[in-house]
């Protein structure tokens, strides 16, 4: 056991699964109390995981005795993820829906903003900075898309075309063109 304790910190890859396993874990727990994380520690846990892995197999590349080995599987690697960098970016600058603290109808929401192709604002309840209910109780549909309604950077005046109420279930309460 001391052996495991002393190693584990010198191995980022390792680090890195136990810290995904970790982020994994939390989620099906809030899952079955009905609630999810914030946008941002998806983001935070990505970047983490991302930058832990291709540390730690640099990491294990650089632990390789022979140097003509070593030399052609880090070149390898290297090419691997300058071409996987683009795809990556391309998912995360897509992926983004901007979430923002609210208040409507007197109660506190963490909105988040779907603004690619139709604009669609949908609000969750507000539990703390690192959770919120997982079940949607609003949703504004703002027609075509492309623009953040709640941000407004342009002071223009964006037109809610329908609104729909849900209850803690996830049923449809009411519905307002």
Partial sequence: MEKIKKYIPRIILLDTIIY???IVTLYLILSFCKLMFREWIYIVSAIIIMFGFVAGIIQLLLKIKKKIVKVILISIFVMLFLLSTPIIYFF???GYT???VVEKDGQKFVAYVNGFNRTYVNYYNY????VVG???RIE???GKGGFDPI???YGYEYNVENTTYYDENGKIIKTKP
């Fill in 140 to 142: 504004e549909y703002y």
């Fill in 134 to 136: 997982n079940q949607k």
């Fill in 151 to 153: 941000e407004n950077q």
């Fill in 127 to 130: 539990k703390n900075i690192f």
């Fill in 20 to 22: 995904t396993l970790i």
């Fill in 92 to 94: 995360g600058a897509f």
């Fill in 98 to 100: 901007p979430e923002h």
